[in-house]
């Protein structure tokens, strides 16, 4: 198989954006006048759940409420989520959020070989759309020939939909392209569409199960940036992650091998 193509997770791999999302939220909640404040322990934990508005119905279920009013702030979520969003999305258009460190260069590396360029997401288009347009400017968005994100499917990651969706889209087989990733959710929704995984793990994921992933590295690295440790512990060109390394490494061990390293024992 050829890699024809590297789909990119967003939030957390493109760029640390959750604590821009994680004030967001607040300054949305604060505006409604909610009293609710989540702080950075209670959002790690919030976000196990992908999604802004699935995430604000979880915190919701796990407050004690009456009917008539858990009815009421259930119907108000579409409408604080469309308010974080808004100050989510200015945030990131003032470039309060930069690229994760070798993003931009093995996309440019990526693009330079003849691979394409996708994204899977499971946050809106709007951030998508901000977060690309302040980092890479107006060619961010041609960049990609695919942005599979929000609510473009019914099943948001651990699923993989949006992973699926992405493929369809870029007209691809799932043996030919690599899922670029940071959370257990994002591994198991491009795992469970059969792709070759790469994870760069946060500070809000660097605590999550990884089992099943291809290649785990601190971030993809860049001359400016080296990886520490690297060449020599996991990668073997260079003290960051090049498109080369990354084909050669998916064409000698496709991840139908790792993943049978990690399927569930027969009963
Ligand atoms: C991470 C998510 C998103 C963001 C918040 O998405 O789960 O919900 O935390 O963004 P990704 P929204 O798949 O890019 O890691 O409020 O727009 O959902
Ligand atoms: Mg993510």
Not at 89 to 95: K, L, P, R, T, Y
Request: glycine share 8%.
């Amino acid at each position: 198989m050829s890699v024809q193509a590297l789909i990119f997770d967003v939030d957390g791999t493109l760029a640390d954006t959750e604590e821009a999302h994680r004030v967001a939220f607040n300054n949305a909640f604060e505006r409604y006048k909610l009293g609710w404040k989540w702080s950075q322990d209670a959002y790690r934990e919030l976000l196990k759940t992908t999604g802004g508005k699935e995430r604000i119905a979880a915190y919701l279920a796990s407050k004690t409420l009456s009917p008539s009013d858990r009815k009421r702030l259930a119907e108000l979520i579409p409408a604080i989520h469309a308010e974080k969003t808004k100050f989510y999305s200015s945030f990131v258009a003032d470039g309060a959020v930069p690229l994760r460190e070798g993003v931009a260069r093995l996309m440019e590396e990526a693009l330079t070989a003849g691979c394409r360029l996708g994204i899977a997401s499971t946050t809106t288009a709007a951030n998508i759309d901000a977060l690309l347009g302040s980092t890479l400017g107006p060619r961010g968005l041609e960049m990609f020939s695919v942005i599979a994100c929000g609510d473009q499917v019914p099943a948001k990651k651990p699923a993989p939909d949006i992973y699926k969706l992405a493929l369809q889209h870029l007209g691809v087989d799932a043996d030919q392209a690599v899922a670029l990733e940071d959370s257990h959710n994002g591994l198991l929704a491009a795992t469970g569409a059969g792709l070759w995984t790469v994870i760069t793990p946060t500070y809000w994921t660097e605590s999550h199960d990884f089992s099943g992933a291809d290649l785990v590295l601190p971030s993809l690295g860049d001359p400016a940036k080296p990886i520490p440790g690297e060449p020599g512990s996991k990668l073997e060109d260079a003290a960051w992650l090049t498109h080369a390394e990354l084909v050669r490494r998916v064409e000698q061990r496709p991840h139908c091998e790792v993943a049978a390293l990690y399927a569930p024992r027969a009963a």
